[in-house]
């Protein structure tokens, strides 16, 4: 191959290399016009993984399997009690559902925030007098995974105020934490009566007391222990026999993909 012709063949393969598409990452973002990701949900799982570890506040996005599109619907941020909260871009939300059947709502609950939540328990030895500091933060690490009553009231708002006027729509909801994934979805044909009856302004209030009252079933250890059990065995594991809303987890070596 002449001179002339190598140069040629670099240039082209430089041009197209400069072409190709950059590197996507989920990342906690602060803006409302945040990027849209395009990932496979294998590959995403990766990132949220990290940002499980390294993550200060929580984040929020909803996955379009049709598109493979990761969009971040983490309006703004509360901090209280140690712990920071994320709320949902109900603007956004409301465009996705009219226009895709099918969306899946991930959140994050970092192992940073945890540990700023045990800092007081750590600090006091008056508030774990039964428990070590060893303890204390296994516990909490497992109780990252258990959806808080703000996140089950928000999935109830949300499956009753877009989900329950097309009930072909399917909507889930995942929490990312140290150990795994867990499923919280509410179970649309079980939430007819509820919606139907406290659908208005209330209506977030109120799925969230409903949604406190599932929690008060689940105590920490007993949590902790069914979570360690399903992570040693690579299954997934029930953490609340209530039928509306299925608690479920899921270790991360047992998800290649969610299964529908």
Known sequence: MGAGNLLKLLSTVYVLGSCSPPVQFLAV????????????EKEAFKDLRKLVAEAEVEEAWCYVPEETSWHDIGLEVAVGNGRATVDYDLQKIGKLAAEHETLDFYHLHPQPMMMNLIAPYVRDPSLSRRYSKQRIKEIFTADAAVPSPDDLGSAIYLACTYQQPNRQQQFRFFIASHYG???YTPQPELLTDFCRLFGGANLLTLATAFGKN???ELHPEVVERKIKRAVAGGFPTSLSPDLMITIEFIPYDRRGSVNR
């Open 181 to 183: 994934i867990t499923n």
């Open 29 to 40: 973002n602060s803006s409302p016009t945040a990027p849209i990701v395009y990932k496979q």
């Open 214 to 216: 599932i929690l008060e």
